[in-house]
């Protein structure tokens, strides 16, 4: 069994930065991909992030590529997700999720057994 808490969301104005964290307890970091997904009101929940287990494999989405960066801490078991040049569409829900020994190229919601609550992110214009 894992938890997952994520933290770091807030209101922030375009172009500025925030960077979410992922704590999971229950079991090892190590052993667990992590990714991030985003769920604006009346959308569908949508991959961002990838990072596999260990040393990690990283994938993100398209529209996110160069902006945001995932990346892990397997000693303090946290994921974070550093996101800059912010944009008024990524306003968002953000939901951490894990997986076992999680590859880093999984993309669909399905294919993660753990989540976290959902912090929120909105970025004003």
């Known amino acids: 069994q894992v938890q997952l808490v994520e933290s770091g969301g807030g209101l922030v104005q375009a172009g500025g930065s925030l960077r979410l964290s992922c704590t999971a307890s229950?079991?090892?970091?190590?052993?667990?991909?992590v990714g991030w997904f985003r769920q604006a009101p009346g959308k569908e929940r949508e991959f961002v992030a990838n990072?596999?287990?260990?040393?990690?494999?990283?994938n993100y989405r398209d529209s996110v590529q160069g902006r945001f960066t995932i990346s892990r801490d397997n000693a303090k078991n946290t994921v974070y997700l550093q996101m800059n040049s912010l944009k008024p569409e990524d306003t968002a829900v953000y939901y951490c999720a894990a997986r076992s020994y999680g590859s880093g190229y999984e993309t669909k919601s399905g294919d993660f057994g753990y989540w976290g609550q959902g912090t929120q992110v909105t970025v004003s214009s």
């Open positions: 990072i596999g287990w260990g040393n990690g494999n990283t």
């Open positions: 229950g079991r090892t970091l190590w052993t667990i991909g």
